[in-house]
């Protein structure tokens, strides 16, 4: 541990919670310098949390990015909620993460109403303020604060970078005492097949439009590390809902497959620091989004939150 002479070692667990598409992930990953979290412009890209670390001298901070909360359609839609929500009660800060462009919604008077119970300190944390006039940005925030006590309020750009080192600091001051929980060197509690299939998930993101982003899964059949060439072989496969999805995944002549391959393959690259060969197939399995079984299968456990 890193814990310096002078002053107590700080460490905490921090949630980020939010509505759909306003920057998390993008945030989550700036935070631990990596992709660990996938992003797309489609609202619900999280589905499960995803744990980020943060290791300085005197600090540890393990960020938790959140399903974007909306009102669930399906028992997937049920879950994610659930995840949101426990992540509250768990927790030493919550970030509540707000669009500086869109202002205050339906969404986030529903969240001020779920943080009116807790008892940790909450910071409103404005994203995208690269993208409005600050004299705008002062209207939004004051529609927030008459709503709720935030301990801090801090404008940000995710993307730009823009107060987020602010934000950390801030962050440290309220953190307690603690231990380092992670190694320094770690910057996710996820297994590498999970940021892999979450990876591949948001090639098809990209690239596909209506109904078909929020009805795909991967499963990652095997990772396979070949010693004489030194590739590691990764075997996945993406599960859709109806038909007509499979045909729209595969493409003309598997064009799309392979494009999702093409684009995965280079993350996964820059994940595993090694070559990848990947090879993907597409399954269908009708309505998984509603079945309890499948939901597990796919690694949605609710007895996990």
Do not use: C
């Not at 109403?113 to 944390?125: E, G, I, M, N, Y």
């Not at 597409?282 to 597990?296: I, T």
């Amino acid at each position: 541990m890193n814990n310096s002479t002078n002053t107590e070692y700080k460490s905490g667990f921090i949630s980020i919670i939010g509505r759909p598409n306003v920057g998390k992930s993008t945030y989550l990953n700036r935070v631990v310098g990596q992709k660990i979290a996938i992003m797309s412009d489609k609202p619900q890209t999280t589905r499960n949390k995803v744990q980020g670390v943060l290791t300085s001298d005197d600090a540890q901070m393990i960020f938790i990015d959140t399903p974007g909360i909306h009102k669930p359609k399906h028992k997937l839609g049920d879950f994610m909620m659930k995840v949101a929500m426990n992540t509250l009660r768990e927790v030493d800060i919550v970030l509540f993460m707000i669009n500086a462009v869109e202002g205050l919604g339906r969404g986030d008077e529903f969240i001020i109403d779920k943080l009116q119970s807790v008892k940790t300190p909450v910071f409103l944390v404005v994203n995208k303020i690269d993208q409005v006039h600050p004299e705008e940005l002062l209207k939004v925030i004051d529609q927030y604060k008459d709503l709720f006590d935030f301990a801090e309020v801090i404008p940000i750009s995710a993307l730009e970078g823009n107060n987020t080192e602010r934000l950390l600091g801030a962050i440290k001051e309220y953190l307690p005492a603690g231990p380092q929980y992670y190694p320094a060197d770690q910057i996710t509690d996820h297994p590498e097949r999970f940021i892999i299939s979450e990876l591949i998930r948001e090639k098809v993101l990209h690239l596909t439009r209506e109904e078909v982003p929020h009805s795909i899964a991967v499963l990652i059949d095997k990772i396979e590390k070949n010693e004489s060439s030194e590739t590691i072989h990764v075997m996945a496969t993406i599960i859709v809902e109806r038909s007509s999805q499979k045909g729209i995944i595969i493409g003309k002549q598997g064009s799309m497959l392979k494009e999702v391959g093409k684009r995965a393959r280079i993350d996964i690259e820059n994940l595993l620091g090694t070559k990848v060969f990947l090879e993907l197939w597409v399954k269908v399995q009708k309505d998984w989004r509603n079945r309890a079984v499948q939901l597990r299968d796919f690694g949605f456990r609710e007895d996990e939150y």
